[in-house]
Every structure is written in C-alpha cells, then in structure tokens.
T-cell receptor, first 114, second 114 residues
C-alpha cells in the first residue's frame, strides 16, 4: 500500500512567521498531489493541487507547494501566517490513472499565536 | 447549493447495533467516497463509488457495507458495530475538471460505539 508521511505532527508559530509543512510519499510512479485544510469544526477544503506542469503550485489564501519528484516530496509553504491559519493540514496522493484511491497523511496541526 | 451533506452529525451506538450513515451531494458528481478519520491515522478510505451502480473497496472496508442509491446518495452501513469503529466518518464527492479533479467533503459524522 502507498504511504504518505507528514513528519510535523504539531507546529506552533507566531503570527507573521513563515511556514513549511513536510509531505513525503512512497509511490514510485506518477502521482497527483493535494493539500487539504480542516479549520476547527469545519470540513476539509482543498488548498491546492498538482497534476502536471510547473512544480511550484499556488493555492488559496497565500499558500503554495513545491513538488520535488526526486525527493518524493510536496511541501506546503506560506511566507507569513495569520491567526486564522490555525487548522489541521493534510497532504494526499493519488497514483495517476487511478483517480479514486486517495491516500492521506496523518495531518499536521498548526497553531498560530497572535 | 448545499455541497456534500451527511446525517447524522453525532451518533452513539452499543456494540452489536447497526446503523446507516447517509450522504448526499447536489453537485452532479459521479464519484463518491467514504473515509474514516482517527487520531494519528489521518483519513483512510473505506469504500468508494466511481459511478452510480458501482462500488469498490478502499483501504479499510472490513465491517462496512455501502450502497450507491442513485447519483446523489451514497450510504455507509455498519451491520454490527464494534468499539474499533468509533471514529469520525467523512463522505466526499469528486469533481472532474478537464484532466484534473478534487474532492469535496461533507461535515462528518462523529460515531461512538460503547
């Protein structure tokens, strides 16, 4: 089975600090990659996705992620976090061509201190 | 446009009881999914339905059954609940946009089995 690793389980930052959340996957073939966010008490929402093309992907709310194929990584970044970014962040992977087998990481809980 | 809706929001069952979790989407999506979310485990796919009339097992299907009643509705049934099925259950549907896609999630059902 495929696996997705998010090594940062809980991150605490002050407002205006920069954020980088790690995501690594184990599948050796072509993949499609996603970052989802779950704000407290809400459902998961898509932040950004990568299918092909420019490996630097921009998403909503100032988030971006970089796909590095050689490192099997898709790290999420934001230059300056806000208190409203406090949430749980999930990385997900689907092997290309499957379309329905989504594999999620265990999530990273981000707390931003005002 | 309600998106993906789930009922109930909360449920407490005794071991051995049965219940059905309901999910509906009004976005005319073909594919629908059921996940469970456990602390430290992320989201794990239970079953999915690529189209009306078809269902397939995901990563953790044991103890569950599903029904794709029509294009809108995808239900998850626990025939004989066990404490190990205590979890938060999320339903999702998939929007295809050209060569890319993304999932839309419901608000979740928090199930406790005692």
């Amino acid at each position: 089975a495929q696996s997705v690793s998010q090594h940062n389980h809980h991150v605490i930052l002050s407002e205006a600090a920069s954020l980088e959340l790690g995501c690594n996957y184990s599948y050796g073939g072509t993949v499609n990659l996603f970052w989802y966010v779950q704000y407290p008490g809400q459902h998961l929402q898509l932040l950004l996705k990568y299918f092909s093309g420019d490996p630097l992907v921009k998403g909503i709310k100032g988030f971006e992620a970089e796909f590095i194929k050689s490192k099997f990584s898709f790290n999420l970044r934001k230059p300056s976090v806000q208190w409203s970014d406090t949430a749980e962040y999930f990385c997900a992977v689907t092997p290309a061509g499957t379309g329905n087998q989504f594999y999620f990481g265990t999530g990273t809980s981000l707390t931003v201190i005002p | 446009n309600a998106g993906v809706t789930q009922t109930p929001k909360f449920q407490v069952l005794k071991t051995g009881q049965s219940m059905t979790l309901q999910c509906a989407q009004d976005m005319n999506h073909n594919s629908m999914y059921w996940y469970r979310q456990d602390p430290g485990m992320g989201l794990r796919l239970i079953y999915y339905s690529a189209s009306e009339g078809t269902t397939d097992k995901g990563e953790v299907p044991n103890g569950y059954n599903v029904s794709r009643l029509n294009k809108r509705e995808f239900s998850l049934r626990l025939e004989s609940a066990a404490p190990s099925q205590t979890s938060v259950y999320f339903c999702a549907s998939r929007r295809q946009t050209g060569d890319t896609y993304e999932q839309y999630f419901g608000p979740g059902t928090r199930l406790t089995v005692t």
